[in-house]
């Protein structure tokens, strides 16, 4: 990333398929939700080595824990924090996203983020908030129940405001600001100006230039990843469609364009690890690098084409295990001796 | 890693470590979570468990075996599965020596026909074995030592680690044979440099999938790193730089490191096209382009015109004959431009000499023929890409036609055959066109003798090679784009065509890739889920 003046290493910690997070506060957390409690594990001590590396290469580390939803690994160390789906009126064995209904869930939350606050020195956190699957909450009978109390009547993007809300409330008592993906603000949830939006979806609900010119005509900031997936591969140099992306491309003034502060490319893990994270990120990731930090002038893809070549071999000769962007050669290979 | 003080979270720790592992031990059904891949023939095991300790358990010879103590190939593959069963269990270090009354004191190898304990690996190399696992012996029995290897890696994927860490297999009796005799990686060292180390660790790799031939695609437009040594400046003038070359002592190596684990290394000399490289260094050998009247300065296929040519081609294939002692050949054929040809007058004055006209497929099949027949003269075979074969070109009954096209290969693959010609099939293999997502379930559903054909023309169908072009490909992706997916083409060339259950094949492949990463094969993941032992860069 340094070689690169990338200066935010946004680490989506948690999700569903495992809790790698070290938590003190709630220990169970990590030994029921981690894939091994033992091995698969990010001790305090190793989230205190990240952030000092990347404090001393200028790269904030924005920690994000996504909730309500992408949270079915908390489950087993927190029983009661998950929503229990039912199947007509008994309780189907399966859980949904973080129960919004209950104290607990709260409480929960209060002492998790004070916690997550402490151990992440940035101002910002990320919070999540994305692909909240309602069934499982529509299913549950006390949440049938509260929804007619509230007056929320069928409208579950309501329930799901009134948590995020309840999340946010919780998060700037910490004096922490706050990264939500973009579903936060197209379901309408009420959220402070100063909430930096996070653009994931190419084309639902609008295409992700026309969600820049929404968000910005809100007044909120916006990052940009929508283009820059860059976990979905495909044949060939798809560098390129990264390196022609640009951001500010939408109907705005001026002070609208100001407000997109940046963005992230995402490199989702379901098939990435240890033995393939390097290659399938460098230097596909520079493109999107260059595009952040140099002038929107500097366009040309012929121009781009050679410098990175060259960039590669460079961060090669560096140890870092870059694939090639196309036939070629570089004077020091990797692995050769 | 820090160190952790014992006490209460230490014990708490282990606690929690032995009931995640208790929940996942083995029972009698422990098929899936071995692993075993590819799937052998036919596989019986018994819920009867044996123990195995590294200070006891010993690989040996039986004395009735052909291939004796002076067989490296097996001395080497004895060392390398011990290592691979007992070698890297580091950190959950079970007890080394104990009591049971159910131990597995050794593995006893024999070859019961031919030792072939010092000649290549061939296309009728019987890799059949047969494997028996009960206390306190274990025989692996095989005709030639080419089984022994096949049937070492299987009896490597059936041990494992109780949650106590004690080494464990079960009672079996395992009989196994390929499905397809040419199971084969095709390797680009032209478009991009492969070190040594790459290319040792692809054939490691091969050799744990049962793959049995390495396609060394070796040279071809973009850069020329074969040194001959009778025309060295192709590789000084046409290799990218000095040391992006494969000495012969390269070579040699290669060769010898895949013999050992009975895989056999097939050149490709691809040619007329895909050459620009060897102009470098050979002048004369390509067709100079003319614009008009004039030379344009370009270089199009090698000029089918010259005597020159194959003076040329005949010295050079005399050497290649030699280096390479496989029985096969490849010398391409593939994607002939004839823009190039068509503009030199040389060229037009030799065809219309020939009686060719204006039809340059007839003036490839004039070249070609002719190489086809100095492969021969080397008392070599050949392979060649299917535009041979779709030209028309005079080709021996015996020659291997590699189906590469995608659109209709089926009926390429019933029109190859009907012709009499062995197949090889990798036009629904490309690994390089990578894609998001899990598509290795694709290449497992391919089916090679999904043609309308006779059962003769079925039995023409060799194999296939995944083939992995270096366009994007060099030594820092090749590994984790190789592997697994390559694997799921592994077992539908070994194992039988009724093994087609995609969810086993999903159980079984995350326990395999699992197993290659612990072994130091930087194979990438199926989908999310971890391994006990990740990869260490």
Known sequence: ???????????????????????????????????????????????????????????????????????????????????????GSQPSGTFGPVNPILNSTYEFMDTFFLEVSAAFPDFYLHLGGDEVDFTCWKSNPD?????????????????????????????????????????????????????????????????????????????LRALLSAPWYLNRISYGPDWQAAYKVEPLAFEGTAEQKALVIGGEACMWGEYVDSTNLVPRLWPRASAVAERLWSASQVADLDFASSRLARFRCELLRRGVQAEPIGVGYCNEEFDHW | MQQRALGLWGALGTLATLATLAARAPGASAAPDLGLWPLPRSVRLSPRLLRLSPEDFALGLDPASKAGPSCVILQEAFRRYYDYIFGYYQRRRGPAR?????????????????????????LSSDESYALTVKGPVAVLKANQVWGVLRGLETFSQLVYQDPYGTFTINESSITDSPRFPHRGILIDTSRHYLSIKTILKTLDA???????????????DQSFPYQSVTFPQLSNKGSYTPSHVYTPTDVREVIEYARLRGIR?????????????????????????????????????????????????????????????????????????????????????????????????????????????????????????????????????????????????????????????????????????????????????????????????????????ACLWGEYVDSTNLTPRLWPRASAVGERLWSDEKVKSINDAYNRLTVHRCRMVRRGIAAQPLYVGHCEQEYKM
């Not at chain 2, 009354?101 to 061939?122: G, M, N, R």
């Open chain 2, 265 to 465: 290394v097939l050149p490709e000399f691809d040619s007329p096209g895909h050459t620009e490289s060897w102009g470098k260094g050979q002048k004369g050998l390509l067709t100079p382009c003319y614009d008009g009247e004039r030379p344009s300065g370009a270089f199009g296929p090698i000029n089918p015109a010259l005597n020159s040519t194959y003076d040329f081609m005949s010295r050079f294939f005399s050497e290649v004959s030699k280096v390479f002692p496989d029985e096969f050949i490849h010398m391409g054929g593939d994607e002939v431009d004839p823009e190039c040809w068509e503009t030199n007058p040389d060229i037009e004055k030799f065809m219309r000499s020939r009686g060719f006209y204006k039809d340059f497929k007839k003036l490839e099949s004039f070249y070609i023929e002719k190489v086809l027949n100095i492969i021969a003269s080397q008392r070599k075979k050949s392979i060649v890409w299917q535009e041979v074969f779709d030209n028309e070109d005079k080709i021996q009954p015996s020659t291997i036609v590699q189906v590469w096209k995608d659109k209709d290969y089926p009926e390429e693959q019933a029109r190859v055959t009907a012709a009499g010609h062995p197949v090889l099939l990798s036009a629904p293999w490309y690994l390089d066109y990578i894609t998001y997502g899990e598509d290795w379930r694709t290449y497992y559903k391919v089916d090679p003798l999904r043609f309308s054909g006779s059962q003769e023309q079925k039995q023409r169908v060799l194999g296939g090679e």
């Open chain 1, 143 to 219: 949440i049938q129940a509260f929804m007619k109390k509230t007056g929320f009547g069928d409208d579950f993007r309501r329930l799901e405001s009134f948590y995020i809300q309840e999340l946010l409330d919780i998060v700037s008592t910490y004096d922490k600001g706050y990264v939500v993906w973009q579903e936060v603000f197209d379901n309408k949830v009420k959220i402070q100006p100063d909430t930096i939006v996070q653009v994931w979806r190419e084309e639902v609900p609008v295409p992700y230039l026309k969600e820049l010119e929404l968000i910005t005509a809100a007044g």
């Open chain 1, 1 to 87: 990333m340094a070689y690169n003046k990338l200066n935010v290493l946004h680490w989506h910690v948690v999700d569903d398929p495992s809790f790698p997070y070290e938590s003190l506060t709630f220990p169970q957390l990590t030994r029921k939700g981690a894939y091994n409690p033992i091995t698969h594990v990010y001790t305090t001590q190793d989230v205190k080595d990240v952030i000092e590396y990347a404090r001393l290469r200028g790269i904030r580390v924005l920690a994000e824990f996504d909730t309500p939803g992408h949270t079915q690994s908390w489950g087993p160390g927190v029983p009661g924090l998950l929503t229990s789906c039912y199947s």
């Open chain 2, 98 to 122: 104990f009591y049971t009354d159910s131990p597995l004191l050794q593995l006893v190898v024999s070859v019961v026909h031919d030792s072939e304990c010092d000649a290549f690996p061939s």
């Open chain 2, 206 to 220: 091969m050799a744990m999938n049962k793959f049995n031939v390495l396609h060394w695609h070796i040279v071809d």
